[in-house]
Nanobody
Framework: QVRLVESGGGSVQAGGSLRLSCAAS?????????MAWFRQAPGKEREGVAA????????YYADSVKGRFTISQDKSKNTLYLQMNSLKPEDTAMYYC???????????????????WGQGTQVTVSS
C-alpha cells in the first residue's frame, strides 16, 4: 500500500520561507507518477498548488504561486519537496501531498484524479 507522509509545515511571518517534504513509501512512485501539492484553507475548496511528473521532471504551478514556490523531487530519498518563498497570509492552509500513476496531463490541479493522499501539514503565515 502506498503511503505519503508530509512534514515541514509551521508558522512563519509574511515574506518568510518554508520547505515541505512528502516521503513516499513506494520506490516505484518516483518512476512514472504525477505527484502534486494541494492546499485547503478554512471554508475554501482544495486547490492544486504544484505538480511534477517524476518520469521527466516536468513541473506545473498555479498562477498564484508561480515565481515563489518550487516543486522538486529526490528519487534517492523517495521524497517530494515544495520550497515556498515570499510567503503571504493567503498561503495559509493545510497542505497535502498527492500522487497518481502516469503523467500529469492537462488537469494536474484536479484533486479527483489523484489516487493517493497524505494526511496534510499546516502552514500558517502571519502578517
Amino acid at each position: 500500500q502506498v503511503r505519503l507522509v508530509e512534514s515541514g509545515g509551521g508558522s512563519v511571518q509574511a515574506g518568510g520561507s518554508l520547505r515541505l517534504s512528502c516521503a513516499a513509501s513506494a520506490y516505484s512512485m518516483f518512476s512514472m507518477y504525477c505527484m502534486a501539492w494541494f492546499r485547503q484553507a478554512p471554508g475554501k475548496e482544495r486547490e492544486g498548488v504544484a505538480a511534477i511528473f517524476t518520469g521527466g521532471g516536468n513541473t506545473y504551478y498555479a498562477d498564484s504561486v508561480k515565481g515563489r514556490f518550487t516543486i522538486s523531487q529526490d528519487k534517492s530519498k523517495n521524497t517530494l519537496y515544495l520550497q515556498m518563498n515570499s510567503l503571504k497570509p493567503e498561503d495559509t492552509a493545510m497542505y497535502y501531498c498527492a500522487a497518481v500513476g502516469g503523467g500529469c496531463g492537462g488537469i494536474w490541479y484536479s484533486e479527483k484524479d489523484y489516487a493517493y493522499w497524505g494526511q496534510g501539514t499546516q502552514v500558517t503565515v502571519s502578517s
